[in-house]
């Protein structure tokens, strides 16, 4: 995903995944292995407004999450199965993980946000540098 900014908000483009970054295996080693791969990641689908609040939430603050939009990945709906079971509910997006880390779904992004937590979560992912 990247983040213009026009104005006071970001907007985002999410970046397309060609067929060579698709692995096969456990979904679950596959959430894990590309949570780990960028310093904030968010499990989405295009068509969700909450994940679409959470991204712009990230894009407003200067960071440049990477965005897997389980709708339109081939194993997007494996994916989706293990994030519920992950979580221990459902909707399973948007999910985010920070350094690596499940931060979780929507409320706990919040609530890290409004409890001053989250920003000094992304300063040691290197999301943030201010």
């Excluded at 990247?2 to 959430?31: F, K, N």
């Excluded at 679409?52 to 999450?65: D, E, Q």
């Excluded at 985010?96 to 929507?106: E, P, Q, S």
Aim: hydrophobic share 45%.
């Amino acid at each position: 995903m990247h983040c213009q900014t026009t104005g006071s908000w970001g907007s985002y483009m999410p970046t397309t995944r060609t067929a060579a970054t698709v692995v096969v295996g456990d979904p679950l080693e596959r959430i894990e292995r590309l949570a780990s791969e960028n310093a904030v990641v968010i499990f989405s689908m295009s068509s969700c407004c909450m994940c679409h609040a959470v991204k712009r939430l990230f894009c407003g603050m200067g960071v440049n999450p990477s965005v897997i939009e389980l709708d339109q990945d081939p194993r997007g709906r494996d994916m989706e199965k293990a994030l519920i079971r992950l979580l221990g509910a459902s909707p399973a997006v948007p999910v985010v993980f920070v350094g690596g880390k499940l931060v979780g779904a929507m409320d706990r992004v919040m609530a890290s946000h409004i409890n001053g937590t989250l920003v000094p979560l992304l300063k040691q992912a290197g999301a943030l540098w201010l």
